[in-house]
């Protein structure tokens, strides 16, 4: 780092803003006469490096430094020096990457001073600690040689020089400090004895003490604190609620006020109102007087209306009636109708069955009568065979037995079966000729009755889609018969439910709770009622009514509500009609007892005592209702029980008996007779059933009514539909007859029947001709057996006998079969005959039915006749009164709705007055609260002055005011004990305990680490100072031989042939001092007074110079140090800074034209008007660098170098001259 401008302003003798630039890096030199200022270029170098010591630059004060003291109007001092910093390696610490360094110190008068670095205000300690970095300590200047320093050296002792060999060395200040810290250890050493003393001896004592007292006071500072805390918390509570009942109480009498005022015009308007509307009735009351004393038709057309109306509805009831009876002739005609045809449905089956088992019985009968024909011939055969003769009575045409008998019986068969063939075809020729001739005759009439057999067929046709829709309508009488039952009975059952109900509330009117919703779409469930509708008792548990109701007392009779919000609607504006106590679901406190006094009173009496909480039932979202109800109080079996568990220790509770007397902890007891609201619990646990039953009878109720209003359509089309029917069947029956009397249908039944017959004849012939082959098959077979039978007549009759007794035993089986067979057949002919009977007693009956029906519905006729004949009566009559009422209608409207509007407008009024009596009473009342609010809101402002500066953080969430995190109720429980022990622990405290403890602690504190830091510290010294001797011997050996060998060559250099050294004196060692020897040529002198003043001076030089090359410095400055040598001295010096300090810049202050010969820059001072002028040379045969040896040589273009050692001309030797100025 070294200086590349210098910029002075008001410094001395420079009063205006000089710049001194173009500084050489490596040897500067300023000269001037005696006065001219250029000394005064190293004070301002100096005055920014920071001195402190002020008479180094010439001053006795700040203010001597500013261009004469200031009265020359300048009245401060800068100066500025630029330094090149590019070499990071020498840059000063914190710097490294500043390429230039501009560093500023100003004073003013006054004293004023500051410093800046690179344009930014730093103070003089950072300054110098940057100069320092770089070895640059201007109050302890190495790098600064004065013109004294030479003289000063000449006289020291062998001490003083090695006392500079230990500075160079960085050993001195070390002995300095090791004399100051072993003074300093002896004196700790009695202190750390008075410390040890006093810690034992007063401070410990003391401090245990204080430290118990401290334990105290904290935990009375602790209740202290958390009791303001409280206190604050639950008295800032107080104040908004009391703010906000005090603006809800003021804002609702301003209402009620505005209420009253609105009352009270509307009564005055309504009495205007009134007084109007009287003068008026009277008027027109007038005028209708006048209109009917004109005459009196009115009322004789008053009195005919009123006897035809009368005649009218008897007519009416009459029709009713007998409209009635037609309909239920028609349903017994429906009903004996659908009897008939059940009947007709019958027959027809028993028909078809006793039909289908003739068939098979006379089947069956003649296979047997056969079987037992067949057994007979044989038998007779057999007998015929065996005896030779025949029977008698089985052979009455008296043919022959056995063989020849059954053939000619076979023959003769055969005979008769031809002769039925022949017989049955004459027959049948005569029945085709009659069917050919009636057969038009039957087209003809069939022809003719066609459309009756049209309308019959169409009306069974619609009889049959009646009954299918009929059937899909799933519908039926008794379906509507059950419906209608059952809606009956569930509007009795209502009815009954809703009489018992009445009845019991008004055994319990004093449970009658009811209210007006206080705004539109009030959600209702948000009141849950009385508690004593809410308490749910088992039938087991009655018997503890009595007790439940004196442990409840008049809270049995307040309102539970969800919140409070709620109970504030209620209150404003639903309209009770008695007085009631709220019970909030959200703010009441519920108490009950500990688990520990319930278990303790159980232990006391097992099973006589219980909570009177768990004895009740309740829904979990009033559990809070009923646990401040019946919480806190036992219910006990007996007195004595009730007695012992009250006053035991271990539970100290309420206690109610059975018959209702109470024990309470506090020594009271009451009781002696059941209270008056005695089974209250029990009646309303009735009440509730009733209630609950009532509504599942409502439900049901509704249920068979909507069934009944959803079937509605479906009976109405089912009783059309059957009325339909009905008329259908009605029509069949009618038609049928028709058919059945014709000549049409004669005609066309004697065809069909001939037709029948033909079909029965020829099934006849198709019979005989069976029979025929039959006859004749058994002719053959019989002929057959015969001749078999005279071949082997033995083996015949065995076979004919085991045939017989064969087919014997099968009809002895087959006969049971017969007889069961015939009875069926002989039952189902008795029920056809029953059958047959009872549908014509059941056709006589519809006949008997449907001729009182005409006869019914021909009186129903004749009397809707009379009715309407009665009915057209009245019409005329009610047109001419309502013709003559058209006259006074007018008067009668006006008059009533006079009357309507005047007892409307008396009793606004009279509600109006009850009206404004309720608000003023309302107002009164709540004026009262107002002003006790107001009162309790400024006792509470007086007395807490905070209140005023925090009531803005009251309940809002965060803020230690945040009551929605807090139990406001515990707040106020925990500051009332709060308080109670703070009493207690007042009076023990010592409140200064906190300053004493502090103040002994810490000197405890200070001295225990006093008594650590000293023996620590000692510690350390003294191994830091046995090991520190021994480094600085070595260092010290080490400086002295490094300076010792530069002294000897520096010297050599100034003064050729010659050599100088420093040792310690004769008999002593190093550290004991060092002194000079000289040798001239090769003398060795004994002393320097041997010397002249030259040679001294340069020996002085020398010894400097070796120092300073010890530890380089980045700068350096000289001032006149030459001033006793000579020319020649002069210049070996100028060439001995070039050679030995070159990464060095000298700034070196000179008289002697031999030492700035060897400059590279030359500045020269002038003093012209009071001021100082400098003007910058450059060296033009110094603008070359050669190195130590100058063996390289760097040339600047254009200009001749030479070799060190060459001597310049006083007048060619400078060039480039220039003036530096302002």
Request: aromatic fraction near 4%; include cysteine.
């Amino acid at each position: 780092m070294r200086i590349e401008e210098l910029i002075i302003d008001g410094f001395k003798s420079y009063p205006v803003r000089t710049h001194v630039s173009g500084f050489d890096a490596s040897f500067n030199a300023i000269t001037g006469l005696n006065g001219s200022g250029k000394s005064n270029i190293l004070d301002s170098i100096c005055f920014v490096l920071g001195i402190t010591n002020l008479t180094a630059v010439r001053a006795n004060n700040l203010q001597d430094l500013i261009y004469k003291r200031g009265q020359a109007g300048i009245t401060k001092a800068s100066v500025t020096i630029v330094f090149d910093n590019s070499d990071r390696s020498k840059s000063p610490v914190s710097f490294e990457n500043c390429p230039q360094l501009t560093v500023t110190r100003q004073i003013a008068m006054g004293g004023l001073s500051k410093y800046l670095i690179n344009g930014h205000k730093a103070t003089q300690q950072a300054v110098q600690n940057m100069f320092q970095s770089v070895q640059l300590n201007i109050n302890n200047p190495n790098f600064l040689i004065m013109q004294g320093k030479i003289t000063k050296v000449l006289n020291m002792k062998p001490a003083e020089i090695l006392s500079m060999i230990e500075e160079a060395a960085g050993t001195r200040m070390f002995e300095d400090r090791k004399d100051k810290a072993i003074k300093t250890m002896s004196k700790k050493d009695q202190k750390v004895k008075e410390i040890t003393a006093l810690l034992e001896e007063e401070i410990t004592p003391k401090l245990d003490k204080l430290r118990e007292e401290k334990r105290s006071f904290l935990e009375y500072q602790k209740a202290s604190t958390e009791l303001d805390r409280l206190t604050r918390l639950a008295k800032a509570y107080e104040w908004q609620q009391c703010c906000a009942k005090f603006q809800e109480r003021k804002a609702l009498v301003d209402q009620k006020s505005q209420d009253v005022e609105d009352r009270e015009n509307e009564a005055k308007a309504l009495k205007r109102q009134i007084e109007g509307i009287e003068k008026e009735l009277a008027q027109i009351e007038k005028k209708k007087e006048a209109e009917v004393t004109k005459g009196g038709k009115l009322q004789a057309l008053l009195n005919q209306s009123k006897e035809l109306q009368h005649d009218l509805v008897k007519r009416k009831t009459n029709v009713d009636l007998k409209m009635g009876s037609v309909e239920e002739e028609r349903k017994k005609l429906q009903a004996d109708q659908a009897n008939l045809e059940a009947l007709h449905q019958t027959l027809q089956e028993k028909e078809v069955a006793i039909q289908d088992m003739s068939g098979s019985f006379s089947k069956l009968k003649a296979d047997y009568d056969g079987a037992v024909a067949d057994v007979n011939k044989q038998d007779e055969l057999l007998q015929t065979l065996l005896t030779g003769m025949t029977s008698s009575s089985k052979n009455k045409e008296g043919s022959a037995g056995g063989y020849m008998g059954q053939i000619a019986a076979a023959r003769a068969e055969e005979t008769a079966a031809g002769t039925e063939i022949e017989q049955s075809k004459l027959r049948i020729g005569h029945l085709e000729k009659e069917v050919k001739q009636k057969e038009p005759l039957a087209k003809k009439a069939q022809k003719d009755a066609a459309g009756l057999m049209n309308e019959l067929e169409s009306c069974r046709t619609a009889v049959q889609q009646l009954e299918a829709q009929m059937d899909k309508l799933g519908w039926d009488d008794e379906k509507e018969k059950t419906l209608l039952q059952s809606k009956a009975e569930w509007s009795r059952r209502v009815s009954d439910l809703v009489e018992r109900k009445e009845g019991l509330k008004s055994k319990l009117a004093g449970m009658d709770f009811q209210y007006s919703d206080p705004e539109p779409n009030f959600d209702r469930s948000r009141v849950k009622g009385l508690v004593a509708s809410l308490v749910q008792l088992d039938q087991d548990k009655h018997k503890y009514s009595t007790a439940l109701e004196i442990c409840a007392g008049g809270r049995l009779y307040n309102v539970v509500v969800e919140d409070e919000k709620v109970g504030s609607q209620l209150l404003a504006k639903g309209q009770l009609k008695k007085r009631v106590t709220l019970i909030p679901l959200n703010k009441i406190n519920a108490f009950v007892t500990s688990a520990e006094k319930i278990g303790a009173a159980k232990r006391l009496a097992p099973g006589k005592v219980d909570l009177a909480l768990t004895l009740v039932g309740y829904d979990d979202e009033v559990s809070k209702a009923m646990e401040y109800v019946f919480g806190n109080t036992l219910i006990c079996a007996d007195a004595a029980t009730a007695k012992r568990v009250t006053f035991d220790n271990a539970v100290r509770m309420k206690s109610v008996t059975l018959d209702g007397d109470v024990y309470d902890p506090a020594g009271t007891l009451s009781g002696g007779s059941k209270p008056n609201s005695a089974n209250v619990l029990v009646k309303m646990q009735d009440l509730i059933k009733i209630d609950k039953a009532l509504k599942e009878a409502k439900v049901e109720l509704s249920k068979v009514e909507s069934e009944v209003q959803a079937a509605k359509a479906q009976m109405a089309t089912f009783s059309k539909a059957k009325r339909d029917l009905d008329l259908k069947r009605h029509q069949v029956t009618l038609l049928e007859g028709q058919m059945s009397g014709s000549n049409a249908t004669r005609i066309i039944g004697e065809v069909e029947k001939a037709k029948a017959s033909i079909a029965e004849l020829k099934h006849a012939i198709d019979t005989a001709k069976q029979r025929q082959v039959d006859a004749t098959k058994e002719a053959k077979r019989l002929e057959k057996e015969m001749e078999e039978f005279d071949k082997n007549k033995d083996s015949k009759l065995d076979q004919l006998k085991g045939e017989i007794k064969r087919k014997k035993a099968e009809l002895s089986k087959r006969s049971g079969e017969i007889k069961t067979r015939q009875g069926e057949v002989r039952t189902l002919e008795l029920e056809l005959e029953q059958t047959r009977t009872e549908i014509t007693a059941c056709e006589e009956t519809i006949g008997d039915g449907e001729k009182a029906i005409k006869k019914v519905e021909s009186e129903l006729c004749e009397m809707q006749c009379k009715l309407e004949s009665v009915q057209s009566q009245v019409d005329s009559v009610e047109a001419k009164l309502t013709q003559e009422r058209a006259t006074l209608s007018g008067y009668d409207d006006e008059l009533s709705a006079l009357r309507d509007a005047l007892k409307s407008k008396k009793q606004e009024i009279a509600d109006g007055l009850l009206s404004i009596k309720q608000l003023t009473h309302d107002r009164e009342k709540l004026t009262a609260d107002v002003v006790t609010y107001e009162k309790l809101i400024q006792q509470l402002e007086l007395q807490f002055e905070w209140i005023s500066s925090e009531q803005r953080f009251f309940g809002q969430s965060g803020t230690v005011y945040d009551f929605g995190k807090h139990n406001m109720s515990e707040v106020r429980k925990r500051c009332k004990k709060l308080e109670e022990t703070q009493m207690g622990m007042r009076k023990k405290v010592n409140p200064k305990v906190l300053s004493m403890i502090e103040g002994v602690e810490k000197k405890e504190s200070t001295l225990k680490t006093m008594l650590s830091t000293v023996l620590k510290d000692k510690d350390k010294i003294e191994d830091t100072i046995i090991e520190l001797d021994r480094y600085k011997l070595d260092a010290l050996q080490t400086t002295w031989e490094k300076v010792n060998a530069d002294f000897g060559s520096i010297f050599g250099e100034l003064l050729p042939g010659n050599y100088a050294k420093l040792q310690p004196p004769e008999g002593h060692d190093l550290t004991q001092g060092l002194e000079v020897k000289v040798r001239l040529g090769t003398v060795w002198k004994q002393s320097l007074t041997e010397l002249s003043g030259g040679q001294r001076s340069l020996i002085a030089l020398s010894l400097i110079m070796s120092l300073l090359q010890f530890k380089p410095a980045p700068m350096y400055i000289l001032d006149e140090i030459d001033a006793a040598l000579d020319l020649s001295h002069t210049q070996h010096i100028g060439q001995l800074f070039r050679n030995r300090f070159r990464g060095s810049q000298f700034i070196v202050v000179s008289l002697k034209e031999g030492l700035f010969t060897n400059a590279n820059v030359l500045f020269r001072a002038r003093f012209r008007d009071g001021t100082s002028l400098v003007e910058r040379t450059v060296n033009a045969n110094r603008t070359t660098t050669v190195d130590v040896e100058g063996d390289k040589e760097n040339v600047e273009p254009g200009v001749a170098g030479r070799k060190r050692g060459g001597k310049a001309g006083a007048g060619g030797a400078l060039g480039k001259r220039g003036l530096v100025t302002a």
